[in-house]
């Protein structure tokens, strides 16, 4: 023991400290999806393999290792969801946040718009971008270009409306796009009684860092969802309040902004 404490360098500390944490991030990364059944299946394929050479079970041997040998392409093939993500988040970790610029006003037309069609009956899925460009999503919809007001995002979600089973994506302070098609969660522990748009919402903020909003028309429900987690029952109030510590650092509002802006 003291022999290898002495042989152990300050490099080897370190290595293993960075394999501990890629393990640990990806231990965080597949929690709760259908990855963990995936990497269970594959291990137990393994240890069969290993099995199999032991107990000189030659065609079981052959065929495990013949499907072993391209494990690294299978596990890509597989994975290829969660290894998108998982780049994705380290990608958002090492570049620099875009400055939130005059935000305010934005956002409070989003919450207007929201509690509005929450009265009205009427669903919705409005999609902020952040760090993550949204580009292939907009580019599959249709382009709009719009200045974000209430009026425009109401109408767009009328149930008459061409484009109102899609979502509007708000990139660049604008409405770039509406109609777009978001990719559904396929995580298997979400609740059935979620819809179409909250699994869309989800599936989205799982790939990315956006911010999205869905208003349901059946139980008239305001949810925000970000990074694969969902707040429902929101009221007016309480989305403001989310939306306020997501995109506005505090020291730069001043604390009655919110009530002026209602106010007008």
């Known amino acids: 023991m003291l022999e290898f404490a002495q042989s152990l360098r300050w490099q080897d500390i370190f290595d293993i400290m960075i394999v501990s944490f890629i393990i640990y991030r990806i231990m965080l990364l597949i929690r709760g999806t259908r990855a963990v059944q995936m990497l269970i299946g594959i291990v137990v394929l393994i240890m069969l393999y290993f099995a199999a050479r032991e ?14 040998s391209s494990i690294f392409l299978i596990i890509i093939i597989i994975f290829q969801r969660d290894i998108r993500r998982a780049l994705t988040q380290v990608g958002r970790q090492t570049t620099f946040s875009k400055p939130q610029e005059n935000m305010v006003p934005i956002l409070l037309e989003i919450v207007r718009a929201a509690q509005q069609m929450a009265q009205r009956k009427i669903g919705g899925l409005i999609v902020i971008e952040r760090e993550t460009g949204l580009n292939d999503y907009i580019e599959s919809a249709h382009d709009l270009d719009a200045i974000v007001s209430r009026q425009l995002l109401v109408s767009i979600f009328q149930t008459t409306a061409p484009l109102h089973d899609g979502a509007v994506i708000i990139h660049n302070d604008r409405i770039s796009s509406a109609g777009a098609l978001l990719p559904l969660t396929r995580n298997p522990y979400v609740s059935k009684q979620l819809g179409t748009r909250h699994r ?28 694969g987690a969902i707040t429902s029952g929101l009221d007016e109030n309480a989305l403001r309040n989310q939306l306020d510590a997501i995109f506005t650092p505090k020291e730069n509002i001043p604390p009655l902004l919110w009530k002026n802006w209602l106010n007008k």
């Open 55 to 68: 107990l000189e079970f030659l065609t079981l041997y052959w065929l495990l290792g013949t499907f072993l």
């Open 200 to 227: 869309a919402a989800i599936g989205l903020s799982e790939e990315t860092d956006a911010v999205i909003i869905v208003i349901s028309e059946e139980t008239q429900k305001i949810s925000l969802v970000q990074h």
